[in-house]
């Protein structure tokens, strides 16, 4: 006889019947009266019990490749090493400047999401300047947390621009703010966790 779905407590009954109770993954159980009704439930819930624990080691192990990812590094250094990269982005019609903070700037990010972050800000803050005009990146330390603002020339407020950075961001705790003014371009400050020391051990 074909098995169907059934009601969770008739399931539940059966398996107290059958000297074993389960949790709610009862879910599926066969309407057959025999003798091996009881031997098939009880291994279509092991199945399915398999398959929950195998779902929890997967997003276990996604978590844990996530944290991997990241890394303790000066975010200042980092806008430095970045430099050339930003200068070539920017183009000659727009001037680029990076203005760091003379102490360490100790943050734990993925490096490479990071960069890419900020590849997508600049992209965008720069096709919005279609004439001549400015980027400047300044990063400061303040109450515990490392800021990171990005000003623009730019005359069209992107909307998008805080929401991208505080999306991705927000594992990480990190906090974006948008501030747009008319005829004096635009804002984007990004607020980072300061972390107490930089660890040479994490790359």
């Not at 019947?17 to 159980?29: I, M, N, T």
């Not at 980027?135 to 000003?151: D, M, N, P, Q």
Request: hydrophobic share 45%.
């Amino acid at each position: 006889m074909q098995p169907r779905p059934v009601p969770l407590q008739p399931a539940r009954r059966r398996l107290r019947a059958a000297g074993k109770p389960r949790p709610a993954l009862a879910l599926v159980a066969s309407d057959g009266a025999g003798p091996d009704d009881a031997l098939v439930q009880r291994q279509r819930l092991g199945l399915l019990e398999a398959v929950e624990e195998a779902a929890r080691i997967a997003a276990s192990a996604a978590g844990a490749e996530r944290e991997e990812t990241l890394r303790t590094f000066d975010l200042g250094q980092r806008l430095r090493q970045l430099e050339p990269m930003i200068r070539a982005l920017a183009g000659q019609r727009i001037d680029t400047a990076i203005d760091c903070a003379e102490r360490a700037l100790p943050v734990r990010l993925d490096p490479a999401a990071f960069d890419a972050l900020l590849i997508e800000l600049l992209t965008r803050r720069c096709a919005a300047m279609p004439g001549h005009g400015y980027v400047i990146l300044r990063a400061r330390r303040a109450r515990g947390r490392i800021w990171l603002i990005i000003a623009d020339s730019g005359r069209n407020p992107d909307p998008a621009h805080a929401s991208l950075a505080h999306g991705a961001l927000q594992t990480v705790h990190g906090r974006a703010y948008a501030r747009s003014r008319s005829g004096h371009g635009n804002i984007t400050a990004i607020s980072l966790p300061a972390i107490l020391t930089l660890s040479t051990g994490d790359g």
